[in-house]
C-alpha cells in the first residue's frame, strides 16, 4: 500500500485501520492472526493423521487376508498330499 494508505481490519463485523489501534491492541492482532494460523497448520497435520491412521488400519486388514489365505493354502496342500 501507499505511504498515506491505512490497512482496513474487520474486528467483530466493524470495520478498523490498524494504524489507528493502539500497540496493544495491534499486537493483540498479531497474536490472533499467529493463532489463527497456527490452528489451521494443526488442522491440517490432524487430517493428515488421520489419513495415515485408515491407510495401516487398511494395510493391517490386508496382511491378515494375504495371512488367512496362505494359511488356507497350507491346508489344502496338506490334505491333497
Request: proline share 1%; no cysteine.
Amino acid at each position: 500500500m501507499g505511504k498515506n494508505e491505512k490497512t482496513p481490519i474487520t474486528i467483530n463485523g466493524e470495520e478498523h485501520y490498524f494504524e489507528d489501534l493502539t500497540e496493544q491492541q495491534q499486537a493483540m492482532v498479531y497474536h490472533i492472526a499467529a493463532l489463527d494460523k497456527n490452528l489451521g497448520s494443526r488442522k491440517a497435520f490432524t487430517e493428515l493423521l488421520k489419513g495415515w491412521n485408515m491407510l495401516t488400519i487398511s494395510l493391517a486388514d490386508n496382511t491378515k487376508e494375504i495371512a488367512d489365505t496362505e494359511e488356507v493354502n497350507e491346508e489344502l496342500r496338506s490334505v491333497t498330499r
